[in-house]
């Protein structure tokens, strides 16, 4: 299968700090990239979909202004968390699909964000 | 609206057959994924059925009915490893995946 490389792959940062994920996909185009969050025994929750060269489409209730997302080209794309909280603690997940239609999303590896 | 339902909890012995079922309601259909999720760590792909029937691949099988609305994936021998949360995702019209809350597996000696 495709591989998709997310970096890092755990982060400790301190509050009012602005931490960076970036996903990478190594072998194919990825057209759309979806970022997951997922708090412990839950499950994923769709934060954003980002279309290459396009703004992200964020799910309601995620502040765009605080998850900057950038797909500015079809391997990589990036999350910046601005002004991190102790309760953006969490798992944050990247999935890359290449072209449109295609029904198979490609995984990260993950990140486990902590701010303290 | 969009809704996919899972038992939160299953517990099975070693060696055993253990089936998760899943049922969807989605804006459109283009299919229907199962991914096993490990403790701490990113979901891997299972499955993934768009026609009606079973699909089988080495211990897991999994199932869908597009009439009924209906999955299951099915693990026989089950392996201590084998425990984990399962997911069953449906993919809409649109192609956005809709997820379930998962299905935590404890496998028993």
């Known amino acids: 299968g495709a591989v998709v490389s997310q970096h890092p792959s755990w982060v400790i940062c301190k509050s009012g700090t602005s931490v960076k994920i970036e996903c990478r996909s190594l072998?194919?185009?990825?057209?759309?990239m979806f970022w997951y969050r997922q708090f412990p025994k839950q499950s994923l929750m769709l934060m954003a979909t980002?279309?290459?060269?396009?703004?992200?489409?964020?799910e309601q209730g995620v502040e765009k202004d605080k998850f900057l997302i950038n797909h500015a080209s079809l391997t990589l794309s990036t999350l910046t968390v601005t002004s991190a909280h102790p309760e953006d603690s969490s798992f944050y997940i990247c999935s890359a699909r290449g072209v449109k239609g295609d029904t198979e999303a490609f995984f990260g590896q993950g990140t486990r964000l902590t701010v303290v | 609206g969009q809704n996919i339902d899972q038992p939160t909890e299953m517990t099975a012995t070693e060696g055993a057959i253990v089936q998760i079922n899943c049922t969807y309601q989605?804006?459109?259909?283009?299919?229907l994924f199962w991914y096993q999720q490990h403790a701490g760590e990113a979901p891997t792909f299972l499955s993934y059925n768009v026609l009606d029937g079973l699909e089988e691949k080495g211990r897991f099988s999994s199932f869908l009915s597009r009439s009924k609305g209906y999955s299951y994936l099915l693990l026989k021998e089950l392996q201590m490893k084998d425990s984990a949360s399962y997911l069953c995702a449906g993919l809409d019209s649109n192609y956005q995946l809709i997820w379930g809350a998962g299905t935590k597996l404890i496998i028993k000696p």
């Open positions: 072998d194919f185009q990825a057209t759309t």
């Open positions: 989605t804006s459109g259909f283009n299919g």
């Open positions: 980002s279309n290459e060269g396009s703004k992200a489409t964020y």
